[in-house]
């Protein structure tokens, strides 16, 4: 069974200070990895897709890595700003996303 | 360019009664899901239709639950008769399948409220 799992599942971190959030994935023939912002009572907003191991793909404080099982989203110097659930999903090979239950992250001044 | 349009926003209803959502893809995209959203969970889908054809309705529950998409563009979900536990954000998004890149833009979604 297609599976994403994201932790921790909620972070409070202090400006400026870094941390990662980790997606394990068992997707069957997976057509992607995707990362999705969600701010309260907003749909989620696309960030990154990375198709194969050892891809990176970057966007102002954040950098998206993947693995054959994780990936990881790095999150540098957060500002207050970041604060908001970060979704983890693989794209099965039926052509939808299967979504993780989220990270919600907390960055304090 | 406008994005994915939903209403209504917020539904309260008594359980029993029946609802609809109403969808509005972004123009060109062939590609339409619903999703569910339950507190604290990641999305989950409902329904998918390539143009006006449903092609994934596999955790659709059949027996309260019913969708169509007129013309491949517009979609409204049905619930009815609506039970408590369907309280919950339903989620449309669409996408190209030209542009291939997977990436699904989603609209803000309606919370309904079953009491």
């Avoid at chain 1, 599942?9 to 057509?31: D, K, M, P």
């Avoid at chain 2, 569910?36 to 639950?65: C, H, M, T, W």
């Avoid at chain 2, 049905?78 to 996408?95: F, H, N, R, T, W």
């Avoid at chain 2, 399948?97 to 409220?113: A, I, V």
Wanted: aromatic share 10%; charged share 25%; with cysteine.
């Amino acid at each position: 069974e297609d599976q994403v799992t994201q932790s921790p599942e909620a972070l409070r971190l202090q400006e400026g200070e870094s941390s990662s959030l980790n997606c394990s994935y068992t997707v069957s023939g997976l057509r992607g990895l995707f990362w999705y912002r969600q701010d309260p009572g907003k749909g989620p907003e696309f960030l990154f897709t990375l198709y194969s191991a050892g891809e990176e793909k970057e966007k102002e404080r954040l950098k998206a890595t993947l693995t054959k099982k994780e990936s990881f989203l790095h999150i540098t110097a957060p500002k207050p700003e970041d604060s908001a659930t970060y979704l983890c999903a693989g794209g099965g090979s039926q052509g939808n996303l299967i979504f993780g239950k989220g990270t919600k992250l907390s960055v304090k001044p | 360019e406008a994005g994915v349009v939903q209403s209504p926003r917020y539904k309260i209803i008594e359980k029993k009664q029946p609802v609809a959502f109403w969808c509005n893809p972004i123009s060109g995209h062939n590609t339409l899901y619903w999703y569910r959203q339950n507190l604290g969970q990641g999305p989950e889908l409902l329904i998918r239709y390539e143009n006006e054809e449903a092609v994934d309705d596999s955790q659709l529950p059949k027996d309260r639950f019913s969708a169509e998409r007129l013309k491949g563009v517009d979609s409204t979900l049905k619930i009815q008769p609506a039970e408590l536990g369907d309280s919950a954000v339903y989620l449309c998004a669409s996408s190209s399948y030209l542009e291939n890149t997977g990436e699904l833009f989603f609209g803000e979604g309606s919370r309904l409220t079953v009491l």
